[in-house]
């Protein structure tokens, strides 16, 4: 069922249960996995609350499996909180030769891990993270059901009326960074193809929640009175407590050669209107800079809803509950996403 109420949100404890609270399907997932979970790079912007998601999915299903979550935990806080939801957490630098050698045997494997700020100072590392290591995770699991997220950065810049491209669209990156991200899939193909590991590759843009997204990076702009770029002048984006989702239970469409699936949201939205709604709900004057290009990033999902159906959270709750975020001062990441970056340099 869709959530249709208004969406109050007065602390960061309240957030990240509804970013994790299981959904049924998440559930009845749980109910049919064979084994456990190994999720690397949990210690993210996505991972603590996908890590939450599988192991309340695991409990409330019965399940004797357990959930086991990777990282470099530099935030002790989050490892603490992930324990406390009953997952296992394992400490590991994956750049490190050993690590993938102590890691435990799974079933299935989320891989979450990848590099983007900063791809410009240190190209290297950029393409370490997100190409190298992850064909280390596949030689590691090779008989294990595995999804991989990406990014939809690997498409290249089309015009909105398109609707965005689908998975069959030729990939263009532009950069270095989307440029490793596409190495990262070929890589995980190669893989994939060589020893027979089901895979599924997801394209995420943008996941969005209160504390980080551009939904965030725009409404703080007009909060604040800055003005708001306008050259990617439109964008998808996908609620992250729905990412999550869809990212669980993606584990059950895995094969070989691996299945691509774009997630995101269901509209192409203007940055210029989502900046004069934000200005209507937080009573500011939207100001603006520069002019909308004829082509922005955008991803065409339907496939990805046909097989694990709709968003839950609609768009208009996903608004307010920024809104109200922002204008009560509710904490941040404090990573913008860049997202008005055309030229791929992050």
Same mark, same amino acid.
């Given at each position: 069922?869709?959530?249709?109420?208004?969406?109050?949100?007065?602390?960061?404890?309240?957030?990240?249960?509804?970013?994790?609270?299981?959904?049924?399907? =998440?559930?009845?997932?749980?109910?049919?996995?064979? #084994?456990? !979970?190994?999720? @690397?790079? %949990?210690? &993210?912007?996505? *991972?603590?609350?996908?890590?939450?998601?599988?192991?309340?999915?695991?409990?409330?299903?019965?399940?004797?499996?357990?959930?086991?979550?990777?990282?470099?935990?530099?935030?002790?806080?989050?490892?603490?909180?992930?324990?406390?939801?009953?997952?296992?957490?394992?400490?590991?630098?994956?750049?490190?030769?050993?690590?993938?050698?102590?890691?435990?045997?799974?079933?299935?494997?989320?891989?979450?891990?990848?590099?983007?700020?900063?791809?410009?100072?240190?190209?290297?590392?950029?393409?370490?993270?997100?190409?190298?290591?992850?064909?280390?995770?596949?030689?590691?699991?090779? =008989?294990?059901?595995?999804?991989?997220?990406?990014? #939809?950065? !690997?498409?290249? @810049?089309? %015009?909105? &009326?398109?609707? *965005?491209?689908?998975?069959?669209?030729?990939?263009?990156?532009?950069?270095?960074?989307?440029?490793?991200?596409?190495?990262?899939?070929?890589?995980?193909?190669?893989?994939?193809?060589?020893?027979?590991?089901?895979?599924?590759?997801?394209?995420?843009?943008?996941?969005?929640?209160?504390?980080?997204?551009?939904?965030?990076?725009?409404?703080?702009?007009?909060?604040?009175?800055?003005?708001?770029?306008?050259?990617?002048?439109?964008?998808?984006?996908?609620?992250?407590?729905?990412?999550?989702?869809?990212?669980?239970?993606?584990?059950?469409?895995?094969?070989?050669?691996?299945?691509?699936?774009?997630?995101?949201?269901?509209?192409?939205?203007? !940055?210029?209107? @989502?900046?004069?709604?934000?200005?209507?709900?937080?009573?500011?004057?939207?100001?603006?800079?520069?002019?909308?290009?004829?082509?922005?990033?955008?991803?065409?999902?339907?496939?990805?809803?046909?097989?694990?159906?709709?968003?839950?959270?609609?768009?208009?709750?996903?608004?307010?509950?920024?809104?109200?975020?922002?204008?009560?001062?509710?904490?941040?990441?404090?990573?913008?996403?860049?997202?008005?970056?055309?030229?791929?340099?992050?």
């Amino acid at each position: 069922m869709r959530m249709n109420e208004p969406i109050r949100i007065s602390s960061e404890d309240e957030l990240d249960d509804l970013l994790s609270d299981p959904y049924p399907e =998440d559930i009845d997932w749980a109910r049919q996995l064979r #084994g456990d !979970v190994l999720v @690397l790079g %949990a210690g &993210g912007k996505m *991972g603590p609350t996908l890590v939450r998601r599988i192991a309340r999915s695991l409990a409330v299903a019965g399940s004797s499996h357990r959930v086991r979550a990777v990282s470099r935990f530099s935030r002790p806080e989050i490892r603490a909180g992930l324990e406390a939801e009953g997952a296992d957490t394992i400490v590991a630098d994956l750049l490190d030769p050993g690590a993938f050698s102590r890691l435990p045997d799974c079933e299935s494997a989320l891989w979450l891990v990848g590099s983007k700020f900063g791809s410009q100072g240190r190209p290297d590392h950029t393409w370490a993270t997100n190409a190298y290591l992850p064909g280390r995770m596949m030689q590691r699991y090779p =008989d294990a059901r595995v999804t991989v997220l990406s990014t #939809g950065n !690997v498409y290249p @810049l089309v %015009a909105p &009326g398109t609707g *965005g491209c689908g998975e069959e669209h030729p990939a263009a990156p532009v950069g270095e960074y989307a440029e490793s991200c596409l190495g990262r899939e070929r890589v995980v193909e190669y893989f994939s193809r060589r020893n027979g590991t089901r895979v599924t590759i997801l394209r995420l843009n943008y996941a969005v929640e209160a504390r980080y997204g551009v939904l965030l990076d725009v409404a703080r702009r007009v909060w604040e009175g800055e003005p708001v770029p306008l050259e990617m002048g439109y964008v998808n984006v996908i609620w992250q407590g729905d990412a999550n989702s869809a990212c669980f239970r993606s584990l059950a469409l895995a094969e070989s050669p691996p299945l691509v699936l774009n997630l995101t949201g269901e509209e192409v939205l203007s !940055v210029r209107e @989502l900046a004069e709604e934000f200005a209507a709900r937080l009573g500011r004057e939207a100001r603006f800079e520069g002019r909308e290009s004829p082509t922005a990033l955008l991803s065409d999902a339907r496939r990805c809803r046909e097989l694990l159906g709709p968003p839950h959270m609609p768009l208009d709750a996903v608004l307010g509950l920024v809104a109200d975020w922002v204008r009560h001062g509710g904490p941040t990441l404090g990573k913008p996403t860049r997202f008005e970056v055309r030229d791929g340099k992050f």
